[in-house]
């Protein structure tokens, strides 16, 4: 009785449900994973984007105070150098970033061609040539051409760069919503598999309990009736004992 009780109560525990909550276990820990990911992907677009806008300020300025005449000192020369070289750094800064799903179009790498050409120009001071103007004097208008360019380019970047920053807001909240759908399913059908099972188990022990009890007091029953039997088929006293007065 005892085994076959065990038995049922391991068929009601097996019944698919634990296989399913796996299941649901794996989906849900899969997508939590993921959040990190995307948000570690989102923290570095918005690196490039800030370093994008300061890459295009940086080269407002720098074509503003150099283009204010047709010619350059020396100061100016030097100050546009200097602009030059950390407007090349803040290039180089910017990350190259990539997730599966999304596209930035690999911008910081394009714009890394924008450091190497900045480093193979130097301001001098002497002529600003006027543009368009071929060949050039010195390196003057191709340098102020150039920042020209990385600053359209940079404010270009920026906002493709914030377009993706976006794109990943709505994918963290998208994937925090499957999330937490998943963890409801998975609290919903544990709490009630765990009540259903209980109960089922409950049931069995009480049919088994009430089972053994009856088969207990046939038993019993049964062995007491024995003994009747038994005593009355006993032989009476011998004739002249004291016990016959009972008899």
Known sequence: MIKRLNKEIAEIADDGTERRIAELQKKRDGLVALIPKIQEYQFGLNTNANRFLEIQEAAETAVTNATGDTTMTAEEAAALNTAKDEIAENIRNLLNLYYPGFDDGQLALRMGQDAESLDALTAVAGTIDAEGTSPTTNDNRPLIDLLGEIQSRASTFQSSTNTLVDATNEMIIDTQKRAFDLEADLTQLTAVEIARKTEEIEELKL??????????????????????????????????????LFI
Do not use: C, M, R, Y
Request: net charge neutral; glycine share 10%; hydrophobic share 35%.
């Open 207 to 244: 049919k088994h309990a009430n089972l053994l009890k009856a088969i207990s007091v046939s038993f019993e029953v049964s062995s007491g009736l024995g003994d009747v039997l038994a005593n009355g088929t006993q032989p009476p006293p011998e004739k002249g004992s004291i016990l016959n």
